[in-house]
């Protein structure tokens, strides 16, 4: 269902299109994923490609959206050693490796206005924010142990333009916690030492370049 209204999504701007003077831009980047409130995970690298869509208002303002394809991914790969005590009450010194990685591949639109900051005729900063929405449409974590699939947050963007071609950056922030109840450290919370939960939020910075052009009616 989610899946379909991101498609529903895309094909109301294809027919918006037809009817509008619009630019087109395809991109694509990296970006560098984590999670918040966890002191484990570690942010990795993933690629991001899209498709997007600028509705201009005047001179200035602008809306965007469109349709990205991209991967986030957050892991561990590390060994503790922590001092146990047996049933017998004798001292012992117990290890333990961690060898973890989430990873999703996502669909996402985003929702931002835009302002274009002109520096002469040729090229200029243009600055961007607004909401997005993902879905996860692969996935190495299972749905059963809690982890979403669906994310909703907040992204910022600026990108300096040249003629056809750009390049920005990105921040996002999920507004949606990928699970209500994630270890703070999985170290302590598996010697039960600390058995906080904590509700982890997406976020990550993302570097693109690409170019645009016109399409649409004039």
């Known amino acids: 269902m989610k899946k379909h209204l991101l498609i529903a999504l895309v094909l109301g701007l294809s027919t918006t299109i037809c009817h509008s003077q619009v630019k087109i831009s395809v991109q694509g980047g990296t970006g560098l ?60 010194y117990m290890g333990l490796g961690i060898d973890s990685k989430i990873n999703g591949i996502y669909l996402q639109v985003p929702i931002k206005v835009a302002a274009y900051l002109p520096l002469n005729n040729n090229c200029g900063l243009q600055f961007s924010g607004g909401p997005y929405i993902a879905e996860a449409t692969h996935k190495t974590f299972d749905k059963n142990e809690g982890l979403k699939c669906l994310d909703i947050g907040l992204s910022l963007g600026v990108d300096f333009k040249y003629k056809c071609l750009f390049a920005g950056i990105g921040a996002e922030y999920g507004l949606l916690p990928i699970d209500k109840e994630f270890p703070k450290d999985l170290f302590k919370y598996s010697f039960q030492e600390d058995q906080t939960l904590v509700s982890p939020h997406n976020i990550g910075i993302e570097f693109h370049v690409g170019f645009c052009f016109n399409a649409g009616k004039r």
């Open 33 to 92: 994923t984590g999670i918040t409130k966890n002191e484990n995970y570690n942010a990795n690298f993933g690629y991001r490609f899209g498709v997007g869509v600028e509705f201009p208002i005047d001179k200035t303002w602008s809306m965007q959206t469109g349709l990205q394809l991209l991967n986030r991914s957050y892991s561990i790969d590390e060994a503790v050693t922590a001092l146990g005590i047996t049933e017998t009450g004798k001292q012992i």
